[in-house]
């Protein structure tokens, strides 16, 4: 889930993230993220097949946008 680059750890953009890694990124609960989804106020997320995935640069770019309105 996450990379060095530039000699820092940051989050790998390049790979769709699972639900698991996405709470882990937002240190929310699985649970959260379901119900953010089901009231869509959380980030945007995407099937493949039965299987939700979240692209990172949605998932930091939806973060970004919480810290903006607060």
């Known amino acids: 889930m996450y990379a060095m680059r530039g000699g820092e750890l940051k989050p790998d953009t390049d790979r769709l993230w699972t639900t698991e890694e996405t709470a882990e990124y937002l240190r929310v609960p699985k649970a959260t993220l379901y119900q953010w989804r089901y009231l869509g106020i959380g980030p945007r997320a995407g099937r493949v097949g ?14 970004r946008q919480q810290q903006e309105a607060a």
């Open 50 to 63: 039965r299987h939700l995935r979240y692209h990172p640069d949605d998932v930091i770019r939806w973060f």
